[in-house]
């Protein structure tokens, strides 16, 4: 074996065929199939996304309206009868929102507001970062607290 008789794995090169923009002789030389003038035959030509040829853009007629608020907190909620299931089954007396992740009741890093939906049953001490007015009563009403973090 040696460095003349070394050829290429069968398949892992193919040709590319005739190269464009190399001479007249070459068959693809002139404009190199890229046509007479305008943007499309210059290099560095890309279109914008969304753009239709000139044509007013689907995105520019459609209505726009609303306001996204980049400072909006979103809560994930969480109902007094959820709390109360917790309680029953895994005979808890705090619950706080790491103590929610552990459960499966919420995901990692979000903020967690207890809401007044349902019915409880047990004292229990609530760590949440928000609390609806009917929760808070009705955790207080059976002697438990509520701790914002």
Same mark, same amino acid.
């Given at each position: 074996?040696?460095?003349?008789?070394?050829?290429?794995?069968?398949?892992?090169?193919?040709?590319?065929?005739?190269?464009?923009?190399?001479?007249?002789?070459?068959?693809?030389?002139?404009?190199?199939?890229?046509?007479?003038?305008?943007?499309?035959?210059?290099?560095?030509?890309?279109?914008? $996304?969304?753009?239709?040829?000139?044509?007013?853009?689907?995105?520019?007629?459609?209505?726009?309206?609303?306001?996204?608020?980049? /400072?909006?907190?979103?809560?994930?909620?969480? /109902? $007094?009868?959820?709390?109360?299931?917790?309680?029953?089954?895994?005979?808890?007396?705090?619950?706080?929102?790491?103590?929610?992740?552990?459960?499966?009741?919420?995901?990692?890093?979000? $903020?967690?507001?207890?809401?007044?939906?349902?019915?409880?049953?047990?004292?229990?001490?609530?760590?949440?970062?928000?609390?609806?007015?009917?929760?808070?009563?009705?955790?207080?009403?059976?002697?438990?607290?509520?701790?914002?973090?």
């Amino acid at each position: 074996m040696d460095l003349s008789s070394l050829t290429p794995a069968k398949g892992s090169n193919k040709p590319d065929g005739k190269r464009f923009g190399r001479g007249e002789g070459s068959g693809k030389g002139g404009t190199a199939t890229r046509g007479h003038k305008g943007a499309k035959s210059r290099s560095g030509y890309s279109r914008k $996304l969304g753009f239709q040829g000139g044509q007013m853009p689907l995105q520019r007629t459609s209505p726009k309206y609303g306001f996204n608020n980049i /400072n909006r907190k979103e809560f994930k909620p969480v /109902n $007094l009868s959820r709390l109360q299931e917790i309680v029953d089954k895994h005979i808890v007396e705090t619950i706080d929102v790491e103590g929610l992740v552990k459960y499966g009741v919420v995901k990692p890093n979000k $903020l967690v507001k207890i809401l007044g939906n349902g019915e409880l049953k047990s004292k229990i001490n609530v760590k949440a970062h928000a609390f609806s007015e009917s929760a808070t009563k009705k955790i207080e009403k059976l002697g438990g607290t509520v701790e914002k973090k």
